[in-house]
């Protein structure tokens, strides 16, 4: 925890219900493929592909510069979800 407070801020202690820490190599058939992702978080290159089409809202670490991290899953999930509650406030 201690350690997470440091990198992420105060926001860390109080947003993490429980986690766990596993190595993607020791699980069986999960080889994805690595590159190097261009730009950071604010980086126009992604605003398209996080948006919606239709109804149809996308997540997944491919859509974040952290890609091959869940750390870009997560945060990916987080921005899908929080624009369909936007949006289904909204209506």
């Known amino acids: 925890m201690a ?3 440091k990198i992420y801020g105060e926001k860390y202690r109080t947003r993490l219900a ?17 590159h ?7 980086d126009i290159r992604y605003k398209p ?8 809202y996308f997540a997944g670490d491919w859509l974040s510069y952290t890609d091959a991290w869940q750390h ?8 899908a979800v929080t624009a369909l ?3 289904v406030l909204s209506s």
């Open 3 to 5: 350690a997470g407070v």
């Open 18 to 34: 429980s986690s766990f820490s596993h190595h993607w190599r020791q699980t069986p058939h999960l080889e994805a493929a690595w």
């Open 36 to 42: 190097d992702t261009p730009g950071g978080p604010d």
């Open 49 to 56: 592909l996080n948006e919606p089409t239709g109804r149809v």
């Open 72 to 79: 870009g899953a997560f945060t990916s999930a987080q921005k």
């Open 85 to 87: 509650h936007a949006r």
